[in-house]
Nanobody, 118 residues
Framework: VQLQASGGGLVQAGGSLRLSCTAS????????AGWYRQAPGKQRELVAF???????TYADSMKGRFTISRDNAKNTVYLEMNSLKPEDTAVYYC?????????????WGQGTQVTVSS
């Protein structure tokens, strides 16, 4: 099983990006998933999380600007980021609890760079 993140890039302040995170391989779907980010010199922090029941959690600074969603048929979780600010610059990592034949297992994606220019 692999967790592949994509969609990062360079964008001007005020712009938008959509990140995708797809679980591939022999899975029975994604139970819960989240996006985290890590800026240079800082600790990794939660951006947004979607539980197995669909409950959404956002970090305060992302509320109203970022939206996490999922497509169960595609085993994919998205992060729509709007009104981006230079301080949103970081490597964004996806995390997922993937259902395998022998139970759930946690996975991290490889990270995708988001750079917001002022």
């Amino acid at each position: 099983v692999q967790l592949q993140a994509s969609g990062g890039g360079l964008v001007q302040a005020g712009g938008s990006l959509r990140l995708s995170c797809t679980a591939s391989g022999s899975t029975f779907g994604i139970n819960a998933a989240g996006w985290y980010r890590q800026a240079p010199g800082k600790q990794r922090e939660l951006v947004a999380f979607i539980s197995s029941s669909g409950r959404l959690t956002y970090a305060d600074s992302m509320k109203g600007r970022f939206t996490i969603s999922r497509d169960n048929a595609k085993n994919t979780v998205y992060l729509e980021m709007n009104s981006l600010k230079p301080e949103d610059t970081a490597v964004y990592y996806c995390y997922a609890v993937v259902q395998l034949a022998n139970g759930p297992r946690n996975y991290w994606g490889q990270g995708t760079q988001v750079t917001v220019s002022s």
